[in-house]
């Protein structure tokens, strides 16, 4: 799904998926990136405080969020495979695809032909 750390493809080099569907599509994405931040954070929140029972839960919070910030980039991409996963499997066909990905099946078979019928 991704070319780089942040930058996705689209449509799937695979397959031909377009994985932004419409404009907005991964807006969905942020609830499963809110739950794995939260379980991971949590984690560390409780950890540290077995770790260091003295100090003080805001100071704690603030030190959790150090080891969490190198992990940001694996959440994004994680949560945005997970919504991908979800909705397509709530709906796998095109039937509920909106305009924007319409648009974007048709220029990519329109392309497709062309290479074809010109043999570049």
Known sequence: MFRGSLTMNDPCPVCGLIFQREEGYFLGAMYFSYVLASVILTVFYFVLAALLPDMNGAALVLVALIPFLPLVP?????????????????????????????????????????????GH
């Open 74 to 118: 694996a959440v994004f991409r994680h949560s945005r495979v997970l919504w991908v996963y979800f909705e397509r499997a709530g709906s796998p066909l095109d039937d509920s695809a909106g305009a924007y990905e319409k648009l974007r099946l048709r220029q990519q078979q329109e392309s497709t032909r062309r290479i074809d019928r010109d």
